[in-house]
Structure formats: structure tokens, C-alpha cells
Nanobody, 125 residues
Framework: QVQLVESGGGLVQAGGSLRLSCAASGRTFSYYNMGWFRQAPGKEREFVAA????????EYADSVKGRFTISRDNAKNTVYLQMNSLKPEDTAVYYC??????????????????WGQGTQVTVSS
């Protein structure tokens, strides 16, 4: 059983930064692509960023390109999301997830099989 635990969320003013972490259990973390998604109240969960198993490839939603950076440390079984220049519309619960497939950086929720419990990010204007 894989467990994903997010941390690092909080309240920040517009223009500020936060770094989210997602710690994974198990020995196979480095075999899988990982992703970050977010869900705002009343909205569907949406893709934010994904990273390949090696860290060599990344994918971002247009809304966060140039502001967010996804990275990973396989020695620590952890994936990160550095969020800069935050905007009020970034307010959401942020989830990390493990991809089902190693050959594609998925952008849909059905391409991921394990999910964390989420961490709240609130950006005030």
C-alpha cells in the first residue's frame, strides 16, 4: 500500500511563495511519475504539474507556467511544488498523486492511482 502525505500549505498574501512537499511510503517511489493537482471549492480537481520518475521531464498547466516548479528527491521519496507569485485564484486544496504509467506525464485524474489527503493553500488579495 502506498501512502502519500502532503505538507507545506498555509495562508499567504498575493505575490508570496510556498513550497509544498509530498512524502511517499514504499520502496518503489523512484519508478513512478508523480503529479500535483488542486481543487477549489465548487470546482473539479484540476491538473497543476507532473514530473517523470527520473525528474528529467516536467509538465505544467498553462495557468501556473513560469510561477510553479515541480521537483523530486528520490533518495527522500519526496516530490515538491515550489509556488511563486501566488494569486488569489491559486487558492485550493493541493493533492499529490502517483501516476499509473511510467511512459506519460498524465494531466487527467484517471491517470493516477494513489492520492494524498491534500493540503490547503489560501492566497489573500
Amino acid at each position: 500500500q502506498v501512502q502519500l502525505v502532503e505538507s507545506g500549505g498555509g495562508l499567504v498574501q498575493a505575490g508570496g511563495s510556498l513550497r509544498l512537499s509530498c512524502a511517499a511510503s514504499g520502496r518503489t517511489f523512484s519508478y513512478y511519475n508523480m503529479g500535483w493537482f488542486r481543487q477549489a471549492p465548487g470546482k473539479e480537481r484540476e491538473f497543476v504539474a507532473a514530473i517523470s520518475w527520473s525528474g528529467g521531464s516536467t509538465e505544467y498547466a498553462d495557468s501556473v507556467k513560469g510561477r510553479f516548479t515541480i521537483s523530486r528527491d528520490n533518495a527522500k521519496n519526496t516530490v515538491y511544488l515550489q509556488m511563486n507569485s501566488l494569486k488569489p485564484e491559486d487558492t485550493a486544496v493541493y493533492y499529490c498523486a502517483r501516476s499509473r504509467a511510467a511512459w506519460v506525464l498524465g494531466t487527467n485524474t484517471n491517470e493516477y492511482d494513489y492520492w494524498g489527503q491534500g493540503t490547503q493553500v489560501t492566497v489573500s488579495s
